[in-house]
């Protein structure tokens, strides 16, 4: 199974994957993961710092690299959870086209909706434990406003296709798993009888 993540910062995304990778023991990628990790071992890493301290999406060019290098590793071979990815019209359009060519299209994807106001809080109680350079008000204001630009509509993108689902977010990650573990083994039952 493919699976994608949207939502906006902090509405859990990461946790919701992990959860879920245990449930369907496929492996979780997730865009703002990996660049973390290449952000001093690489000079594309150092480049990209610049764009997400500041808040801003970094260029396509190098996160469809990162993904796809990611995507011909075997472990991928079985499906995965994107989280955080894709991000932009042009990022989901080109991992239609890489997924066609693999022919393994994708199953459901997933929008954690949530309060603003409530993520905002959150993201600043993560900024106290995890520091996340990019958890200041400032830049959280500022990733909020690029994913209502860039990210948002991807949810209409996914909508035509038949693909979204919508679960609330605000409760506890136990509840919002179950309602995502719902919606996957929905989605599942069609995959598997639509696959014969
Ligand atoms: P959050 O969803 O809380 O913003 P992420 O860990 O998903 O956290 O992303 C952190 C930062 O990494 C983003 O603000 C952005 O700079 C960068 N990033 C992550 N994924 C992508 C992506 N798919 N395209 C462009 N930039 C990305």
């Given at each position: 199974?493919?699976?994608?993540?949207?939502?906006?910062?902090?509405?859990?995304?990461?946790?919701?994957s992990?959860?879920?990778?245990?449930?369907?023991?496929?492996?979780?990628?997730?865009?703002?993961?990996?660049?973390?990790?290449?952000?001093?071992?690489?000079?594309?890493?150092?480049?990209?710092?610049?764009?997400m301290?500041?808040?801003?999406?970094?260029?396509?060019?190098?996160?469809?690299s990162?993904?796809?290098?990611?995507?011909?590793?075997?472990a991928?071979?079985?499906g995965?959870?994107?989280?955080?990815?894709?991000?932009?019209?042009?990022?989901?359009?080109?991992?239609?086209?890489?997924?066609?060519?693999?022919?393994?299209?994708?199953?459901?994807?997933?929008?954690?909706?949530?309060?603003?106001?409530?993520?905002?809080?959150?993201?600043?109680?993560?900024?106290?434990t995890?520091?996340?350079?990019?958890?200041?008000?400032?830049t959280?204001?500022?990733?909020?406003?690029?994913?209502?630009?860039?990210?948002?509509?991807?949810?209409?993108?996914?909508?035509?296709?038949?693909?979204?689902?919508s679960?609330?977010?605000?409760?506890?990650?136990?509840?919002?798993?179950?309602?995502?573990?719902?919606?996957?083994?929905?989605?599942?039952?069609?995959?598997?009888?639509?696959?014969?």
């Amino acid at each position: 199974m493919l699976i994608v993540f949207i939502g906006p910062p902090g509405a859990g995304k990461g946790t919701a994957s992990r959860k879920l990778l245990d449930y369907l023991q496929i492996p979780h990628l997730s865009t703002g993961e990996l660049l973390r990790a290449a952000k001093q071992s690489s000079p594309l890493g150092r480049l990209a710092a610049q764009y997400m301290d500041r808040g801003q999406l970094v260029p396509d060019p190098i996160v469809l690299s990162m993904v796809g290098e990611e995507l011909d590793k075997p472990a991928f071979s079985r499906g995965c959870m994107f989280d955080g990815f894709p991000r932009t019209i042009q990022q989901a359009k080109s991992l239609d086209d890489s997924l066609r060519q693999r022919g393994t299209p994708l199953s459901i994807v997933i929008e954690l909706k949530a309060d603003e106001a409530e993520l905002i809080t959150r993201m600043l109680r993560r900024a106290a434990t995890e520091k996340r350079v990019d958890d200041t008000p400032e830049t959280i204001g500022r990733r909020m406003e690029v994913y209502h630009r860039q990210t948002s509509p991807l949810l209409d993108y996914y909508r035509k296709q038949g693909l979204l689902v919508s679960v609330d977010a605000m409760g506890s990650p136990d509840d919002v798993f179950e309602l995502i573990r719902a919606a996957v083994d929905k989605k599942k039952v069609t995959v598997e009888s639509a696959a014969g």
